[in-house]
Nanobody
Framework: QVQLVESGGGLVQAGGSLRLSCVAS????????MKWYRQVPGKQRELVAG???????TYADSVKGRFTISRDNAKNTVYLQMNNLKPEDTAVYSC?????????????WGQGTQVTVSS
């Protein structure tokens, strides 16, 4: 079955850096578009960054210039390098992909990893 497992979250001071990793299994990773979302309790989930199978990237305006999404197809892993972190980046970060099962697109999510940025 499809599994997405995130790691790399933690507590960091403002201005610091973290690198999140998401290891995927049960999918043809090289053909899959991958995304990172984040969510704060009581707020809507926000798309942070995405990378297509062809390595085209997109970013939320709030993270442009600070975050970088990348992928390593040999390791079935997508990364989110987060630099110059701000307290407003505090959230649970989750990895996401969509797979077409022949009938419809189905979303898959990891369990999430907490990122806390102190001021």
């Amino acid at each position: 079955q499809v599994q997405l497992v995130e790691s790399g979250g933690g507590l960091v001071q403002a201005g610091g850096s973290l690198r999140l990793s998401c290891v995927a299994s049960g999918i043809i990773f090289s053909s899959s578009d991958m995304k990172w979302y984040r969510q704060v309790p009581g707020k809507q989930r926000e798309l942070v960054a995405g990378v297509t199978s062809e390595r085209s990237t997109t970013y939320a305006d709030s993270v442009k210039g600070r975050f970088t999404i990348s992928r390593d197809n040999a390791k079935n892993t997508v990364y989110l390098q987060m630099n110059n972190l701000k307290p407003e980046d505090t959230a649970v970060y989750s990895c996401n992909t969509e797979i077409h099962n022949g009938f419809y697109w189905r979303n898959y999510w990891g369990q999430g990893t907490q990122v806390t940025v102190s001021s």
